[in-house]
Every structure is written in C-alpha cells, then in structure tokens.
C-alpha cells in the first residue's frame, strides 16, 4: 500500500488547522480546551522540523593523508 508524501500530509493538516481556527462557527463556540489549536500547529511544525532535519543527507569529512 502507497502512502502520501508525510510533508504533504502535514502541510495539509497546518493549512486545515488554520481553516478551522478561522472558521466563524469554531470561534463562536468559545471552546477552551488544555490543548488549543495553536498546540496543534506546534506540534506539527516540530514534527516537519523532525522530519526535515532526519532527512538531511550525512556528510562525512574526508580524513586527510
């Protein structure tokens, strides 16, 4: 089974976050959980980060003669 690009799912999920916290019907619900929307955005912003810097290709020096 193909999995989707894990940078496009994350993108995907910051820009529906976004949505969500824009949305009218969202902010007229006054919610106040422990955990807000910007916690998610973080999280996944850190997650990218992670992912980002796991895929760096490792260099290695060359020891010299």
């Given amino acids: 089974m193909s999995h989707p690009n894990l940078h496009t799912l994350i993108d995907a999920a910051q820009l529906i976050i976004e949505e969500i916290a824009k949305h009218p019907d969202y902010q007229a619900l006054d919610y106040q ?33």
Avoid at 33 to 56: G, R
């Fill in 33 to 65: 959980p422990d955990l807000t929307i910007v916690d998610a955005q973080t999280a996944l912003c850190y997650s990218k980060c992670e992912l980002e810097s796991n895929q760096q290709p490792l260099i290695i020096p060359k020891a010299s003669m």
